[in-house]
């Protein structure tokens, strides 16, 4: 097997690295040999072309990097999803994702928790009870958004102690009016029950990004704990004002300096927690810049 060429970033004039463009004359390698003069860049069908590059993404103006490899079983795209009926670990990573590509310059979420007096309604009519609240909240604060997860959990207390019951997690930026949002929540929920209006919406600003992230750690991203849901479990409200970083730097590299950037992340881990094994291809870092960079720096110790 022929040696890999290194694949290096373009550099600025001020000397650092610009991840918006790479230098080398690498053409984009196809996916099937067949492919190459056709102008095609995926094929119709999966093919046994070796593929010897791969792409990092950074959310520079957010908070994670990512690992592509363009390899075989990629090229031919994925399938339908099925049915929902958990929380899967595919579905809490894109929710993690999601939530790790807000911008660092914005405002800093609230953290609202949503439940339903004792007479609750069955899953499906409590996210529509959930899409009548963002409506209200639409009309109200435009410039709201919010990304919510549906927890199902047995009642502790109440005439249904013990039956399985939804609630609802949600971060929420913008900005809303709590005493307001209450009134919405009770309003959406037919005034059935006054106590409801005082104690089935609770809600706190978060003062830093370090415990926007434990809230999601310990409710939003929460795995389930054995009990059925029907469809979905997660969503963003008003995705045209959600403060994600729609604009990610990506850049071809070989494969060497993928696994590079596997092992660092997999030694940061191991330092920090740990932990041996490091599955994940995604980095949630305040500095996904340094990280990229750190991926892409020649080094004699760190080559594979």
């Not at 060497?256 to 980095?283: D, I, N, Q, S």
Request: with cysteine; hydrophobic share 35%.
């Amino acid at each position: 097997m022929s040696s890999i060429t290194p694949f290096r970033p373009g550099i600025t004039s001020a000397g650092k690295p610009d991840f918006g463009q790479a230098i080398g004359g690498i053409e984009p390698l196809r996916c099937d040999s067949a492919a190459a003069g056709s102008g095609k860049s995926l094929p119709a069908q999966r093919s046994r072309t070796l593929v010897y590059r791969a792409y990092l993404t950074g959310h520079t103006s957010a908070r994670s990097v990512k690992v592509s490899f363009f390899e075989r079983d990629r090229c031919a795209g994925g399938g339908v999803r099925g049915e929902v009926t958990r929380f899967s670990r595919a579905s809490r990573k894109r929710m993690l994702d999601r939530i790790h590509q807000v911008r660092r310059d914005a405002a800093l979420p609230q953290f609202v928790t949503l439940t339903f007096p004792d007479f609750f309604p069955t899953q499906d009519d409590a996210k529509r009870l959930l899409d009548n609240l963002f409506k209200r909240w639409k009309r109200r604060w435009p410039k709201v958004s919010a990304i919510w997860r549906m927890e199902v959990k047995d009642r502790k207390s109440g005439s249904n102690k013990g039956q399985v019951a939804p609630h609802f997690h949600l971060l929420v930026w913008g900005g809303i009016d709590m005493a307001q949002a209450s009134r919405d929540w009770f309003e959406v929920n037919g005034k059935s029950d006054y106590a409801h209006l005082k104690h089935g919406t609770d809600g706190q600003a978060l003062e830093s990004w370090k415990g926007a992230v434990f809230y999601c750690a310990k409710y939003c991203a929460k795995k389930d704990e054995g009990a059925q849901t029907d469809g979905r479990i997660w969503g963003i409200h008003n995705r045209a004002a959600f403060p994600a970083d729609r604009e990610p730097r990506t850049i071809l590299c070989t494969v060497r300096e993928a696994c590079r950037f596997r092992r660092l992340v997999r030694h940061y881990v191991r330092a920090c927690t740990g932990r041996r094994k490091c599955g994940p291809l995604t980095l949630y870092t305040s500095n996904p810049e340094r990280w990229m960079a750190a991926a892409l720096e020649p080094s004699e110790t760190n080559t594979p």
